[in-house]
């Protein structure tokens, strides 16, 4: 099946520097793809969906000054967590719709943890 | 918005038995799907069944859609200590490009 791939796939950080993630499909380009976040022992809840070429959309209670969203290319979206404080601690994962079918495929995640 | 909500929120079986997990959901979907995650790790995509689908099996799984009811059911038959993880069902209101929305899932504990 389709591949995407995220990275990195943990990153531990002092508070308050900014941690990029990417994420990228690696066998088919995706104009869109969503970006979720998951607490420990929590579900996913769906972060923003980031559009190839134009912003993202963000979910309601989402900062989007927060986590910026770069969808630069049509194989590659970046997650930039800014200024990263101990809350932001989470599994941030990315999923990609596969052209035609719609199928999502999902990245491994990346675990970030802000000390 | 979180779109489903499983029940049992945690379940433990020993080994051999069956599991069964629920998940409602609130609004018409095109498909709904069952995922698993192991500890810390990825998702394992497990079943798709679509709105005009009723049970779909793979391998011990077996899947039922009741859009009546709104509502699924995992069930994992002879479950094994590998079957331990957490299970969560996604709906998709319609295909495209648009975001699976999560249930907040069953962690499942299989005691050998």
């Known amino acids: 099946g389709a591949v995407v791939s995220q990275h990195p796939s943990w990153v531990i950080c002092k508070s308050g520097t900014s941690v990029k993630i990417e994420c990228r499909s690696l066998?088919?380009?995706?104009?869109?793809m969503f970006w979720y976040r998951q607490f420990p022992k929590q579900s996913l809840m769906l972060m923003a969906t980031?559009?190839?070429?134009?912003?993202?959309?963000?979910e309601q209670g989402v900062e989007k000054d927060k986590f910026l969203i770069n969808h630069a290319s049509l194989t590659l979206s970046t997650l930039t967590v800014t200024s990263a404080h101990p809350e932001d601690s989470s599994f941030y994962i990315c999923?990609?719709?596969?052209?035609?079918?719609?199928?999502?495929?999902f990245g491994e995640g990346s675990r970030l943890t802000v000390l | 918005s979180q779109q489903g909500e499983e029940d049992p929120q945690a379940l433990s079986i020993q080994e051999g038995e069956n599991a069964t997990m629920n998940c409602s959901y609130k609004?018409?979907?095109?498909?709904l799907q069952w995922y698993r995650q192991n500890s810390g790790r990825g998702l394992v995509h497990l079943i798709l069944?679509?709105?005009?689908?009723r049970e779909k099996h793979s391998g011990r799984l077996r899947v039922t859609l009741d859009t009546s009811k709104k509502s699924s059911s995992l069930l994992i038959t002879a479950s094994r200590a590998a079957d331990t993880a957490s299970y969560f069902c996604?709906?998709?209101?319609?295909?495209?490009?648009?975001?699976?929305?999560f249930g907040k899932g069953t962690r499942l504990s299989v005691i050998a």
């Open positions: 066998d088919f380009q995706a104009t869109t």
């Open positions: 980031s559009n190839e070429g134009s912003k993202a959309t963000y």
């Open positions: 069944i679509r709105s005009n689908e």
């Open positions: 609004t018409s979907i095109n498909n």
């Open positions: 996604a709906t998709r209101i319609k295909g495209g490009n648009t975001p699976l929305v």
């Open positions: 999923s990609a719709p596969f052209p035609d079918t719609g199928e999502l495929f």
